[in-house]
C-alpha cells in the first residue's frame, strides 16, 4: 500500500522560507514523477511544481512559483521536497505531495487516480 506523508509546514512571515518534505512508503520513488499541489480556502487544487522520474522528465513549475520554489528529490531516503522562498501571503495554503501512478512516464501529469498524502498547512502572513 502507498502512503505518502507530508511534513514541513507552518506559520512564517511574508519573505520567510519553508521546506517541505513527503515521505513515501510502499514504492520505491525514482520510477516515479512526483509533485506539489496546493488549494486555498475557496479555490481549486492547482499544480506547484513536479519532477520526472529519475531517469527522465524535467520539473516544472507554476508560473507564480517560478524562482522561488525548488522541487528535488531524494531515491536514497524516498522523498521529495520543496523548497519555499520570499513566501507571499497568497502562497497560504494546504500543500498536497502526488506521486504518479505510472512509472516512467516523461510527459507526466497527475489526476485523482495518483497517490495524494493528507495535505500539511502553509501559512504566510503579511
Known amino acids: 500500500q502507498v502512503q505518502l506523508v507530508e511534513s514541513g509546514g507552518g506559520l512564517v512571515q511574508a519573505g520567510g522560507s519553508l521546506r517541505l518534505s513527503c515521505a513515501a512508503s510502499?514504492?520505491?520513488?525514482?520510477?516515479?514523477?512526483m509533485g506539489w499541489f496546493r488549494q486555498a480556502p475557496g479555490k481549486e487544487r492547482e499544480f506547484v511544481a513536479g519532477?520526472?522520474?529519475?531517469?527522465?522528465?524535467?520539473?516544472r513549475y507554476a508560473e507564480s512559483v517560478k524562482g522561488r520554489f525548488t522541487i528535488s528529490r531524494d531515491n536514497a531516503k524516498n522523498t521529495v521536497y520543496l523548497e519555499m522562498s520570499s513566501l507571499k501571503p497568497e502562497d497560504t495554503a494546504v500543500y498536497y505531495c502526488?506521486?504518479?501512478?505510472?512509472?516512467?512516464?516523461?510527459?507526466?501529469?497527475?489526476?485523482?487516480?495518483?497517490?495524494w498524502g493528507q495535505g500539511t498547512q502553509v501559512t504566510a502572513s503579511s
Open positions: 502526488v506521486l504518479d501512478r505510472a512509472a516512467y512516464r516523461t510527459n507526466y501529469r497527475f489526476g485523482s487516480s495518483d497517490y
Open positions: 510502499g514504492r520505491t520513488i525514482s520510477a516515479y514523477a
Open positions: 519532477i520526472g522520474w529519475s531517469g527522465g522528465g524535467s520539473t
